[in-house]
């Protein structure tokens, strides 16, 4: 399946992939992110459920704090 990551075109073997699925091949591992579906927020407790399908445009953002 072909989906948007981030604003980048990015290709996957799977048909679909949950958030969850997508940070293990990533290896995004930051414990704050921030994520959204076809401009969608999606709720960290609906990540194990969410699909993500061929074409859609994915947003994950690590969230930095600071001072």
Known sequence: ???????????????????????????????ML???????LVKKEDRLTTQIYDGDDVTVMHLVSGG
């Open 1 to 31: 399946m072909k989906i948007i990551l981030n604003n980048r075109e990015e290709i996957f073997d799977e048909d679909t992939l949950t958030f969850e699925e997508l940070f293990l091949i990533k290896k995004f591992s930051f414990k």
């Open 34 to 40: 921030v994520t959204k579906l076809n401009g969608n």
